[in-house]
């Protein structure tokens, strides 16, 4: 499969869905798998067909550092269960989609590690509100009109970290960092919540050039 046909392929998914009200899809995967990127290419593609999209990432609702790093840095479990606010993102925006109220997209900047409370965005019947980040597909979140999840081989993972997140350390501190803690965690995430299961479909991008889709 081609890149191109995995995005005619979603993109035919998220189209098909329910237009007389809004709708919510999840882009999840472990961390550096490529969500981000497919995500935007995806909203790119349905958005051009026509079709509303309202992009959101999980990133922008973590938790405070005091939260995220309580427990030891390189803690798998601690990443898992500290650094995303899974409260805040039903809240403001997968209770609201379910109802067709407006939505706010983010509650906190990573970067700046401060609180933020964006306007709120009106959603239109159809509007398809895209969320992409990990951990996703897990019960504190409930169910998704459509769940796309993303895996590659850790290895080429790590690779990807390798270049992406230099500004973290030495190649062997990124290296580490990569195994115990970010892939670590989900590992943890597959054993607690098994996504594979709740996945609508299941691309593995170890290649992102030519995909391959699992289920």
Not at 28 to 41: I, N, P, R, Y
Not at 162 to 191: C, F, K, N
Request: hydrophobic share 45%; aromatic share 6%.
């Amino acid at each position: 499969m081609t890149r191109d046909e995995l995005l005619v392929s979603l993109s035919a998914r998220i189209l098909a869905l329910p237009d007389e009200r809004a709708v919510t899809v999840a882009v999840d995967g472990m961390s550096c798998v490529g969500k981000s990127t497919l995500a935007a290419q995806l909203a790119e593609v349905v958005s051009g067909a026509g079709r509303p999209v309202v992009p959101v990432a999980y990133d922008d609702f973590h938790h405070a550092r005091e939260v995220r790093h309580r427990g030891e840095r390189l803690s798998a479990q601690g990443y898992l269960h500290d650094s995303y606010d899974p409260d805040a993102l039903r809240r403001l925006v997968l209770d609201p989609a379910a109802t067709g109220d407006p939505v706010v997209t983010a509650s906190f900047d990573l970067a700046e590690d401060v609180a933020v409370a964006p306007d709120p965005v009106d959603l239109v019947p159809g509007s398809v509100v895209l969320v992409e980040g990990e951990f996703l597909l897990g019960d504190p979140l409930g169910t998704w009109d459509l769940a796309v999840l993303l895996v590659a081989d850790p290895a080429a993972v790590v690779a990807r970290a390798l270049v992406r997140d230099s500004d973290l350390g030495t190649p062997a501190q990124v290296r580490e960092l990569y195994l115990r803690r970010y892939l670590g965690a989900w590992s943890l995430y597959e054993e607690e919540s098994d996504p594979w299961s709740r996945a609508d479909v299941v691309v593995d991008l170890t290649d992102p050039d030519t995909p391959r889709q699992l289920g």
